[in-house]
Structure formats: structure tokens, C-alpha cells
């Protein structure tokens, strides 16, 4: 079935540690995003990429730092900059990175919480 | 600025009840782009619909129907004779024509459905 692996789906990281969240995709879409949501809150971007070897930061970028070195697959790191990195992380993916109205498909999540 | 306003956080009603979400948006731009989405508890989100500023028609789709109103910025969203698996998150998001990538979501609206 075609569709955006999360992995893994808890996770728990110390004080001061980088920890990276895993997203492939096999739906051979360019676009692919990264959203941080918090409870009781929407979706706010962290960082996309439209394209294989670039990306670009999203509303909240600080403390984070991704890769695209294959379409399929766009993992993000949260670094010890990041200093409230509990929540539920998401990855996406659209058909084309410069057509914006593309819908976003997304995976079943990854949430983070810090020991 | 771009915002999404969702303003019931959460909504309980009975099974077979009809339930309208709504969702007033501001946007400068004349091309932009809503997109509802639903969120089970498993926690991806699943796309259901878009809708671009020049297409004001309203949309059926089963149970599912969706009020689009430039005159007042809303684009609401209604489901008939709900069922207990409609319960979940429901985000309104709006993408300005030109934004790559950069959705604004909501903070959703939680229904759910009792038996």
C-alpha cells in the first residue's frame, strides 16, 4: 500500500540529547513537511522540502534541522536547542512542492516526550 | 495576516444527529485555497476537501456537505445523521495562492459522537 511511514511512534529523549524522527514515503511525491502539534492546537510547520536536496523552514524551525538526501525520505532531527520538544510530530507529503494547493497526505504520527 | 478560526473546541452529540463545524478565515489575498482535514484518534490526518476562492458552489459528498461564504469568510462544514466513527478532530486550513507549503491550520474542533 502507497502511503508515509513514521517511525517509531513513541519516543522519548533526555535533557540534552538530539533525537531524529524517521519519514518515508512511498507515494513518489517532491513535497514533503514536517508539522509540530501541540494539544488543544493546530498544526504548525517546522521545516518542508519541495524537492530532493533542498528544503526550507517552516513557522517554527528553531531547534530543529532536517535532510532531504532522497525523495522518499525526510528525517527530522530535534536537537537540544529545542528546549520544549514535547509533542506530537507529523510528516506529509504532496504530488508537487510547487503546486501549493496539492493536498497533504499524512502519517500516523510520532509523539515525543522528554525523560 | 493569515488566520484560521475554529471557535468550538469541542462538540458532543448523539448518534443520527446532524452536527455543523464551522470555520471563519481572514485572508488579503484573492487566490487562496481551504482544505478541511479529520483526525481519528489514531492520529493521522486524513484529507476531505479543498476548495479554491473562486469556486464558491457548495459540495456534497455523502453524508459529508460543505458551506463555502466569501461574504463572510467561513467555510463551514456540516455532517448528517452522524455516526460514532465520525468522533475525531476536524482542522479547517487555508493556504494563500503563491505559499508553498505553508498551511494554516485551526486548533480544530473535537466532535464526538455518542451511541
Known amino acids: 500500500d502507497g502511503g508515509i511511514t513514521q517511525s517509531p511512534k513513541y519516543l522519548f529523549r533526555k535533557e540534552g540529547q538530539n533525537v531524529t524522527l524517521s519519514c518515508e514515503q512511498n507515494?513518489?511525491?517532491?513535497?514533503m513537511y514536517w508539522y509540530r502539534q501541540d494539544p488543544g492546537q493546530g498544526l504548525r510547520l517546522i521545516y518542508y522540502s519541495q524537492i530532493v536536496n533542498d528544503f526550507q523552514k517552516g513557522d517554527i524551525a528553531e531547534g530543529y534541522s532536517v535532510s532531504r538526501e532522497k525523495k522518499e525520505s525526510f528525517p527530522l532531527t530535534v536537537t537540544s536547542a529545542q528546549k520544549n520538544p514535547t509533542a506530537f510530530y507529523l510528516c506529509?507529503?504532496?504530488?508537487?512542492?510547487?503546486?501549493?494547493?496539492?493536498?497533504?497526505?499524512f502519517g500516523d504520527g510520532t509523539r515525543l516526550s522528554i525523560l | 495576516a493569515q488566520k484560521v478560526t475554529q471557535a468550538q473546541t469541542e462538540i458532543s452529540v448523539v448518534e443520527k444527529e446532524d452536527v455543523t463545524l464551522d470555520c471563519v478565515y481572514e485572508t488579503r489575498d484573492t487566490t487562496y485555497y481551504l482544505f478541511w482535514y479529520k483526525q481519528p484518534p489514531s492520529g493521522e490526518l486524513v484529507f476531505l476537501i479543498r476548495r479554491n476562492s473562486f469556486d464558491e458552489q457548495n459540495e456534497i459528498s455523502g453524508r459529508y456537505s460543505w458551506n463555502f461564504q466569501k461574504s463572510t469568510s467561513s467555510f463551514n462544514f456540516t455532517i448528517t445523521a452522524s455516526q460514532v466513527v465520525d468522533s475525531a478532530v476536524y482542522f479547517c486550513?487555508?493556504?494563500?495562492?503563491?505559499?508553498?507549503?505553508?498551511?494554516?491550520f485551526g486548533k480544530g474542533t473535537k466532535l464526538s459522537v455518542k451511541p
Open positions: 486550513a487555508l493556504i494563500r495562492g503563491g505559499s508553498q507549503g505553508n498551511l494554516i
Open positions: 506529509a507529503s504532496s504530488i508537487e512542492g510547487r503546486a501549493y494547493n496539492q493536498p497533504q497526505h
Open positions: 507515494l513518489n511525491h517532491d513535497a
